[in-house]
């Protein structure tokens, strides 16, 4: 989880970083037009307007510039986030107002906003911004239509000699409306994409830890094969030694227990071996019931579970079964051993 929240900070910066660039793009790309179709309709390069929107773009640059210096050293990139986008939904409202409030075509900005909001703040930030993008929206044509404000540079709001009220409520409800049906659906499918993505890291990580633990096995096995090698001929020369060399019985008593340690050290290699990097096998069909009574057969001669157990048989005789014998006797002996280790 401290990796997927430290990427999903790292991603953050980086979208954040992208955002400034394309900002900057997008702002001289559309002022700058905006600029261009004025003075070529002999609006004077000193007029009211485009004086705010000379302003406007060079406090977007400036904006852009101490955003690129500080994004480093700010510890909380989310609340950065909703920084940077809220001023932006200010910068926005305050070109609906100086390009004809009501009768500006610049309010689709505030789609865009609520757009890359929700790839860097997801559902609820583009939520959040699309109540203030409305909130903002709201407030400006309420104040234009009473007459409180005017378009930038004008005596007086054509919104009050011309809409009537159901026509300004309308326009406002499909801005709102509009707001926060792009905020949901962007929203939505950003927390889409980020629970993927979240998802992916994990079966990443997962697939790494599952890799070198298979690493780790194959050592594992590896050594456990070294080390039965040695035993096998410890276990080889001591019978070879207690058969030409019989000094009494506190000898052989010594050499039936090395010789018993030697071979459970042998069994426990063994039974790593056949877990760590168990052999394909050879499938035979075979009795169950037969199979069944050889193991118990087997471990009913030891004489310390004899003493201890008593082995009710109930089979069912004749069913054949598809398996390899030696995994099977294996499965069911580990299985009586353990039967027998929980009793005591």
């Known amino acids: 989880m401290k990796n ?13 970083k992208l955002l400034m660039f394309f900002r900057l793009i997008f702002t001289s ?5 905006t600029i261009v179709l004025q003075l070529n309709e002999s609006v004077s390069p000193l007029a009211p307007p485009l004086l ?3 302003g406007r773009i060079a406090s977007i640059f400036i904006l852009s510039f101490f955003y690129s210096v500080t994004i480093s050293s700010i510890q909380h990139k989310v609340v950065f986030a909703y920084i940077q986008i809220g001023i932006d939904t200010l910068v926005v409202t305050l070109i609906v107002l100086v390009t004809g409030c009501f009768l500006s075509f610049f309010s689709f900005l505030y789609l865009v906003v609520i757009i890359y909001s929700s790839v860097l703040l997801f559902l609820n930030g583009s939520m959040v911004m699309a109540g203030l993008c409305s909130l903002q929206y709201v407030i400006l044509i309420s104040l234009e239509y009473y007459g ?3 378009p930038y540079g004008a005596d007086i709001s054509p919104l009050i000699l011309e809409f009537g009220w159901l026509r300004v409520l309308y326009k406002v409800m499909i801005t709102a409306v509009a707001c926060y049906a ?10 889409q994409t980020r629970r993927s993505r979240n998802e992916l890291q994990r079966m990443s990580e997962h697939v790494k830890r599952m890799e070198k633990m ?4 194959e050592m594992a096995a590896g050594l456990a094969h070294e080390i039965k090698n040695p035993l096998a001929s410890l276990s080889g020369s001591i019978q070879v030694l207690r058969e030409e060399n019989r000094h009494g019985p506190e000898h052989d008593n010594l050499m039936r227990i090395v010789l018993r340690e030697t071979d459970r050290l042998t069994s426990l290699a063994s039974d790593f071996l056949l877990f760590a990097k168990p052999p394909a096998g050879k499938r035979e069909s075979i009795r169950l019931d037969e199979a069944i009574n050889e193991i118990l057969e087997l471990f009913q001669k030891n004489r310390t579970i004899r003493e201890k157990l008593t082995i009710e048989r109930n089979l069912i005789h004749d069913i054949f079964v598809d398996v390899d014998p030696i995994h099977l006797r294996q499965i069911l002996w580990n299985l009586l051993l353990n039967a027998a280790e929980a009793i005591d």
Request: hydrophobic content about 55%.
């Open 4 to 16: 997927i929240f430290m990427s999903t900070e790292r991603n953050l910066e980086q979208k954040l």
């Open 29 to 33: 790309i559309l002022l700058g037009s």
């Open 52 to 54: 705010f929107l000379y």
């Open 148 to 150: 409180i404000i005017q």
């Open 182 to 191: 792009v905020a949901f659906l962007s929203g939505f499918l950003s927390e």
């Open 214 to 217: 298979a690493s780790l096995g």
